[in-house]
């Protein structure tokens, strides 16, 4: 197993501890780290994946619950919708890692974690996301493009 699934599985037992504790994040991943003993690359990206989704939840949130037509966010099995929440905040901000990539890991994360229900669960939710912000980068990129024809006349 490679360290960005191990520091994606430790994300997720941190963002499961987070869920059930009204404490900082800071303070949860301070006594979180305490008593693990991991690579220093899987710490740091761990840490990277706890502190931005934490930080872009509202964000988050809203992607996942516009791409997941019958389920509310507090529905979601707690594992699948931290799961989730990891894989959009990949989809959004890493810009060095494919999304079939980052989908793949969130798929087998949730088929080892929550069953195969919930890799088909995630796999779909996932794929709407990554869809659904391929057509806003799009957007944004042909308004882009406008405006600099509009310059040029």
């Known amino acids: 197993m490679g360290r960005r699934r191990k520091a994606r599985e430790e994300t997720l037992r941190i963002l499961y501890r987070l869920e059930f504790n009204n404490r900082e994040p800071e303070e949860i991943l301070r ?9 220093r690359e899987t710490r740091d990206y761990s840490t990277w994946l ?3 989704v934490t930080s872009h939840q509202e964000e988050i ?10 389920w509310r966010l507090p529905r979601m099995a707690v594992i699948d919708r931290n799961v ?4 959009v905040y990949e989809l959004l901000f890493e810009k060095d890692i494919a999304p079939a990539i980052i989908i793949n890991e969130a ?7 929550s069953g195969d229900e ?8 996932l794929d709407a996301v990554r869809k659904n912000l391929e057509k806003a980068t799009k957007g944004l990129k042909e308004k882009k493009d406008d405006k600099k024809e509009k310059h040029r006349i």
């Open 31 to 39: 006594q979180y780290w305490k008593s693990r003993k991991k690579d």
């Open 61 to 70: 949130d809203s992607l996942i619950q516009s791409a997941s037509e019958h």
């Open 107 to 113: 798929i087998e994360i949730a088929r080892k974690y």
């Open 118 to 125: 919930s890799a088909v669960f995630v796999n779909g939710i």
């Open 84 to 87: 989730l929440r990891i894989a």
């Open 50 to 52: 706890t502190n931005g």
